[in-house]
Each structure stands twice: as C-alpha cells, then as structure tokens.
C-alpha cells in the first residue's frame, strides 16, 4: 500500500500511522445500534442526505458509470470517472456536496462553502482494505489533502 511505504521512508511511527488510518475510516463510521438490523447502502444515503440538510449543508448523488449514447459512442459519467484506468485506482464517493464552514480570525463571520465527499456503506460494513475500498480509500484522502471534508459512512454523517 502507497500510504506504509510512504510512513516507511519518512520513519512515521506505526502507532501514528494507525491512528492516521482510524482518523481516515473508523471515526465517521457508526454501526447501528445493538440488535437494530444494519442499515442498506440506500437507507445510509438517504440518512446523510437528510442529516447534512438538516445541519444547512448539501449532498447530491455521484452517479458513476458508462453508457453508449444513441450513436454507440461511450460516454463516462461521475466525478474522477475520466477513464476505466482512473476509475480503477480512484473511486469518487457516492455523496458529493457543499459543507458550510465559518471561518474564524481573519474573516469572522464568513461562511464558506468546503468540498464534501461521503462514501456510503451498509449498516453492517467494516473496511476490508479491497481494491475497491483503496480506490475509495484514494479520494477520500484526495479531498481531505485537498482542505475538503470526506469520510466512509454506514450511518449517520
């Protein structure tokens, strides 16, 4: 994985390197609670939906894929979806919006729009580490070097 070797030649501790890693999946994932039966990926998604409205932010649906459009000629759509190369190694998240973020000191007040990313997950759902979770694993820590908010989710946001 890109992440170790990179802790390797910069001699970053493991413990850190872990604590990194629960910064980046385990904190934004909730499990249901004891006995409730985990959540679909659609239920999660609507659930986020909702919640990041409630909170006065937005989150919209990041449809990825291809289809041919009516001469045959495939057409890519979703964010990080340029080509089946990039989409192999970076998986935008299924949740692309707008976080509200005050800003304090030199521009008290103010209200900015942050890059927000969600990747949604089944109530039940713990990270494997799977070529796809890397690749999803990629942009989420892509928006997060990016100053953007992004995290994995199998509950609340």
């Known amino acids: 994985m890109i992440l170790a070797a990179w802790a390797s030649r910069h001699n970053v501790a493991p413990a850190a390197l872990a604590e990194l890693r629960s ?11 004891s006995g409730a039966s985990p959540l679909s990926e659609a239920a999660v998604q609507n659930n986020a939906r909702l919640e990041a409205t409630r909170r006065g932010d937005r989150l919209f649906r990041n449809n990825v894929g ?38 304090t000191t030199a ?26 979770e890397q690749a999803q694993l990629k942009w989420l820590s892509l928006v997060t070097a990016m100053g953007g908010a992004a995290h994995f989710s199998t509950g609340a946001i």
Not at 23 to 33: D, N, R, W
Request: aromatic share 10%; glycine share 10%; net charge positive.
């Open 23 to 33: 910064l980046m999946i385990g904190e934004y994932v909730f499990a249901p609670a």
């Open 66 to 103: 291809v289809l041919k459009d009516e001469r045959g000629v495939p057409v890519r759509f979703g964010l990080a979806n340029d080509s089946a190369a990039v989409n192999r190694v970076v998986k935008s998240s299924d949740l692309i919006g707008i976080k509200r973020v005050t800003i």
């Open 107 to 132: 521009h008290v007040g103010q209200v900015i729009g942050q890059f927000y990313a969600v990747e949604c997950k089944p109530g039940n759902w713990k990270y494997a580490g799977t070529e796809r």
